[in-house]
């Protein structure tokens, strides 16, 4: 089993920042993909950022030249650095990752980002 733990969220005024980080731990051979989705009420779960084993990114239209994916292989962490916040950007952030050779799914609890205006 794998587990995902997210941290960093919050309340931010418009124009703020915030930086989320996820760490992984248990029975990990080998993470593929980590990535960034957010859900805000009523609406569907939506793919933020991802970046690969190789660190090749991408991004969701809404959130290029705002946030930033990182991740640190040595501590099975991914981060998500988002600049400019906008009320829009406000949702629960779940962490996930692909992991193994199975590529098998895995989610974070989540993190509330609340931007006001």
């Known amino acids: 089993q794998v587990q995902l733990v997210e941290s960093g969220g919050g309340l931010v005024q418009a124009g703020g920042s915030l930086r989320l980080s996820c760490a992984a731990s248990?029975?990990?051979?080998?993470?593929?993909?980590m990535a960034w989705y957010r859900q805000a009420p009523g609406k569907q779960r939506d793919l933020v950022a991802r970046?690969?084993?190789?660190?090749?990114?991408n991004y969701a239209d809404s959130v290029k030249g705002r946030f930033t994916i990182s991740r640190d292989n040595a501590k099975n962490t991914v981060y998500l650095q988002m600049n400019s916040l906008k009320p829009e950007d406000t949702a629960v952030y779940y962490c996930?990752?692909?992991?193994?050779?199975?590529?098998?799914?895995?989610w974070g609890q989540g993190t509330q980002v609340t931007v006001s205006s």
């Open positions: 996930n990752a692909v992991v193994g050779w199975t590529y098998a799914d895995y």
């Open positions: 248990g029975s990990i051979s080998r993470i593929n993909a």
């Open positions: 970046i690969g084993n190789g660190g090749s990114t």
